[in-house]
């Protein structure tokens, strides 16, 4: 007041007001006053982008509020804070997700409508930000939403990737990858905190010297340093005012740095080492399951997460506290090995930068970390080479050697001195060349250990990691995967979010359990009406997407059978394919057969470096030329790959699908997320009991779901005893027919050629028993075939489908990591409360 401030006009900028109201007539004018005053356009001459930006900027500003209640109210008093470490988020498209969740949809659609724009056409201009390759980068994403939603303050922590997961083309059915420049219009999301940067060394030596105490000490004197600087993305929750923050980081050249080189007269020295650093977070390396131990990706993983440690530890020691308490302010989670570096970072500025002994750091460090396992695939278990790992982080293997010399000591009376049993814990592997695993420090390091999916759990103790299972049974624990209803009904499929509601209200969307509501309408011939018009609608308007970006026709009334995934061995679109062949053949064989019409939609990248995975793009795209145009098919068949699968077109694709491939050798996918995105949005699926396969069948119950193949441990057995491809293509004449056309060249113009390598696998040596389920799963299409032609009880099923997956909403497995792992607590924020 004595400075002449009006208490009510400070509260002003806080509350909603004339200029971050939700209401319509405010929107409108925002969006107006952003065009002219941010892109400094008006109307006439403002371009689509331009009503993007201004819309987008309009939507910040109510999240911005939000965003700043949040941190006010997480400072008022101490709470524990989730901490996600992970190399990857796909997010996809933030526009419409943040209208949901601000609850303001409807009023932009209509201020957008006054503006004579549409909002749907704004909606598709956004390039999504594609810093993942697949399901554990989207799981991050859903994770962070969920957190959100359910008001607990969280940090999720990661890399800026000036280029993500490469955009994918079709040229003559083969893939071809181009760079995903998704800055190039600028990003109305991000806020970059310039002031808000951490110096990251990289490379150099180790000097030994004993300090006055005469305490022993390493001083690393590092190649090179770079600088990361923070660029906060907001992640509002559903219907709350939480606003959690996405720091990513982008690593730049630190101005010290080029300083000392221009002075000293190297001009291309400097150049070129600033180029070395701003290379640090160039491209995400597109691999997906597979490791190639290339000495960038180390550096990167050491970056964002030294960064990330060097900025938690500042955030703890703000708030007044002890650096040994640090475990009382930050939960850790490790997202799959990638950030789990992060044990011997933490050790190191315990140790050498706060001056902590041994003992004390490691009691702060084994109670801060917690490890999420996404793969059993040995392929995709990272190790890294000794000398790799020391040329770019000699301090951190000192570390990581000290810590395995204490914990075998301490591991090896436990084990009676074992030595297959010793080899198999330590931190480092021998061979021609020494190694570190990841996995291995992961474990010893965390507090928590749990896998995503039951049956993927119960495979990482019997398997990969039975001697830790051993050694710390309390240690392990399950966290079924979930995704975020929010974005994979309510955003993606609207015509059935209403109809859901109308008959059970819009609770669901928070308590996905809610959807059991559905079940009481299964056999209401009018509900059941309603709902395969929704899907017809849907399917409709993917039928005309096909078109636009394919050329093919598709009938909207055929069976769409969809498998959308990364494309991979393990996940079997071959066994796909050979089901569409086979298909195929019986047609030709008996042109009137009395088949249910079916459009077979594939979409997924390949690693650019998987020479099989590129192949079997090339063989879909070349059965699909061959089906789509043969007149003796009469378009009952149609196989498409939709190019570039992404968030975006992810949205697009769910809703339409009637059946959800789920058919990867069982015990190889430890859980999936598409599987239930799919299920959510009522297609059944014919699956392996693989992942959380196994948990869907159980909840939507096994009458509804299409089980074929061999089960995990049917499949251990079998590879044990020696796989044996040759013998089932011989005993299988439909099999052999589809083998002998593809090596013969028949879908490949006679070149028989180009599928020789895919061909040899199958024949000879591949470790995805292909084969030995071919005809479980073809007796199964056929089920599946008869069921379809049963209008009542598809739509029944399909319902069933849908109101059963409550359970597998990202909701309920955040709950589970708060509860189980975390010990944190929901803190609801108020906009005006303080
Ligand atoms: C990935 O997306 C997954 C595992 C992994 O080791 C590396 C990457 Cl990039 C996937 C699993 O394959 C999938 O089964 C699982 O649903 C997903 O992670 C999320 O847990």
């Not at 022993?216 to 770079?226: A, D, G, H, M, Q």
């Not at 399917?539 to 769409?560: Q, Y």
């Not at 099999?735 to 599928?755: C, E, N, P, R």
């Not at 599946?784 to 739509?795: F, H, L, P, S, T």
């Amino acid at each position: 007041e004595d400075r002449g401030l009006d208490q009510n006009e400070v509260q002003n900028v806080l509350v909603e007001d004339a200029r971050t109201g939700l209401t319509v007539e405010t929107l409108k004018k925002a969006i107006q006053n952003n065009l002219f005053y941010v892109q400094g356009k008006y109307p006439e001459i403002a371009t689509r982008n331009d009503y993007y930006m201004a819309l987008a900027y309009a939507v910040r500003d109510r999240i911005l509020q939000r965003w700043v209640a949040s941190v006010k109210q997480y400072l008022q008093e101490k709470h524990r804070i989730v901490s996600y470490l992970s190399a990857e988020y796909l997010l996809g498209p933030h526009l419409a997700n943040n209208l949901i969740n601000l609850g303001i949809y409807k009023e932009t659609e209509q201020a957008t409508k006054e503006l004579g724009i549409s909002l749907d056409w704004l909606i598709e201009k956004e390039v999504e930000p594609g810093l993942g390759n697949g399901g554990l980068g989207r799981l991050a994403a859903c994770y962070m939403d969920s957190l959100a939603t359910l008001e607990v303050p969280a940090i999720g922590y990661g890399i800026r990737y000036q280029f993500g997961i490469f955009e994918q083309d079709i040229r003559d059915g083969w893939q071809v990858e181009d760079t995903d420049n998704w800055l190039r219009r600028g990003n109305p999301w991000e806020i970059a905190r310039r002031e808000l940067s951490y110096d990251v060394k990289l490379g150099g030596y180790l000097q030994h010297y004993t300090d006055r105490d005469g305490k022993f000490r390493s001083k690393w004197i590092p190649e090179l340093t770079v600088k990361g600087v923070a660029y906060d993305t907001p992640i509002l929750g559903y219907k709350v005012n939480t606003t959690n923050t996405l720091r990513l980081w982008k690593s730049e050249a630190p101005r010290s740095f080029d300083f000392q080189s221009f002075n000293a007269g190297d001009y291309n020295f400097a150049v070129n080492q600033k180029i070395v650093c701003e290379n640090l977070s160039k491209v995400l390396y597109p691999n997906d399951e597979t490791l190639n131990g290339k000495k960038l990706r180390l550096q990167q993983q050491y970056f964002f997460v030294s960064c990330s440690l060097q900025d938690m530890i500042g955030i703890h020691l703000r708030q007044g506290e002890k650096i040994e308490d640090f475990q009382s302010t930050f939960s850790v989670q490790l997202n799959d090995t990638h950030p789990a570096v992060a044990i011997a970072e933490m050790m190191r500025l315990l140790l050498d930068e706060h001056d902590l002994d041994w003992s004390t750091a490691w009691r702060v460090t084994s109670r801060t970390f917690a490890y999420t396992n996404h793969t059993l695939l040995p392929e995709a278990l990272e190790k890294w080479d000794l000398e790799l790992f020391q040329s770019v982080l000699p301090r951190h293997l000192e570390i990581i050697y000290e810590i395995n010399r204490r914990f075998l000591d301490e591991v090896t009376v436990r084990v009676y001195g074992d030595p297959e049993k010793i080899r198999s814990l330590s931190l480092i592997g021998e061979g021609p060349r020494k190694y570190i695993k990841m996995a291995n420090l992961a474990c010893v390091g965390s507090y928590a250990i749990n896998g995503v999916a039951a049956l993927h759990t119960e495979l990482l103790k019997k398997t990969v990691l039975k001697d830790f299972y051993a050694l710390y049974p309390e240690k392990f624990s399950n966290k079924t995967n979930g995704v975020t209803p929010r974005r994979w009904m309510v955003l993606s499929n609207p015509k059935l979010t209403e109809l859901i509601s109308s008959k059970i209200g819009d609770g669901w969307i928070k308590h996905l359990e809610e959807l059991s509501g559905l079940e009481k309408f299964a056999d209401d011939p009018d509900f059941q009406k309603q709902w395969m018009d929704v899907k017809l609608e849907m399917k409709k308007n993917l039928a005309r997407k096909i078109k636009n970006r394919t050329g093919i026709d598709v009938n909207p009334e055929s069976m769409f059978d969809i498998q959308v995934k990364r494309i991979h061995e393990y996940k079997r679109q071959h066994l796909n394919i050979l089901h569409v062949i086979t298909l195929y053949n019986r047609i030709k064989q008996n042109p009137e057969i009395d088949i249910v019409p079916r459009t077979f939609v594939f979409a997924g990248k390949a690693a650019p470096g998987y020479k099989l995975a590129k192949l079997m793009i090339k063989l879909i795209n070349s059965v699909g030329d061959i089906v789509n145009n043969d007149p003796d098919v009469k378009d009952r068949l149609k196989v498409v790959f939709y190019p570039n699968y992404n968030v975006t077109n992810a949205q697009k694709i769910y809703p339409a699908a009637d059946l959800s491939e789920q058919i990867s050798t069982a015990g190889k996918e430890a859980s999936g997320t598409g599987n239930m995105k799919l299920s959510m949005n009522g297609a059944l699926t014919i699956g392996t009991l693989d992942g959380a396969n196994v948990e869907i069948r159980e909840c939507v119950g096994e009458e509804n779901f299409f089980l074929f193949g061999l089960t995990a441990e049917e499949v251990a057995r079998i590879k044990s005893e020696g796989y044996n491809p040759y013998g089932y293509y011989q005993n299988n004449a439909e099999l052999k027919l589809a083998m002998d056309q593809i090596s013969s060249g028949y879908f490949s113009h006679l070149d028989d050629t180009v599928f020789k390598d895919l061909v040899k696998s199958l024949l000879y040596d591949d470790q995805f028993l292909l084969f030995a389920d071919y005809q479980s799963y073809i007796e199964c299409q056929d089920k599946v075939d008869v069921a379809y032609r049963d209008k009542v009880k598809w739509a029944k099923m399909s319902i069933l489908n849908t109101a059963r997956m409550g359970k597998f909403s990202s909701d309920r497995s955040i709950q589970e990591y708060c509860e189980d792992i975390w010990k944190v607590k929901s803190v609801p924020v108020s906009l005006n409360g303080n």
